[in-house]
């Protein structure tokens, strides 16, 4: 290194290294600057922390809502339905029109929130995916595995099972019937 304190200016200036070895003394002001940028990014950190905190509880606090009223939509069309069935028992002899129309009205709102039966007929092919077997019974006029009886309608919702259909399964006649 020069000992020129003209290049050592000029060394200074293009970022060149002076006095390599001897660690120069930091001025005060210098020192109060690194600190204070060391508290600006303690600051930040603390506040940025505090920020994701507060997304997550809010985020949590969204989900939580969403599950407590997803059937909110759902529920408030059944409602239509429990009045009809009111009606239709306060009013005996109209009853077998007021429970055809409020069926109607039940499956309206069903179709409407995508819930549909899967109601097999006899001689469909038995499914394990869709229907669970109460029993089974011989059938000559099945053929095995098939559905014989449907017991109860099942139901999905979009592509998902609600409840399977139950049904009595065909097998084959008994051979000494």
Known sequence: MTKDPEHK???Q??????GVGKPEAESPVATEALKAEAEAQ???ALRLAAEME???RRAARELETSRRYALERFAGELLPVADSLE???ASAETVPE?????????RDTLARHHIEAVTPAEGDAFDPELHEAMA???????????ILQLIQKGYRLHDRLLRPARVIVARAPDPGA
Not at 13 to 18: F, K, L, T
Not at 98 to 106: A, I, P, Q, R
């Open 9 to 11: 200016a000029e060394a």
């Open 13 to 18: 200036e293009n970022g060149a290294a002076v």
């Open 42 to 44: 303690r600051d930040r």
């Open 54 to 56: 507060n997304l997550r």
């Open 87 to 89: 009606l239709a028992l």
């Open 98 to 106: 007021g429970l055809e129309m409020t069926l109607k009205l039940l």
């Open 136 to 146: 089974t019974q011989p059938s000559a006029q099945v053929s095995p595995d098939h």
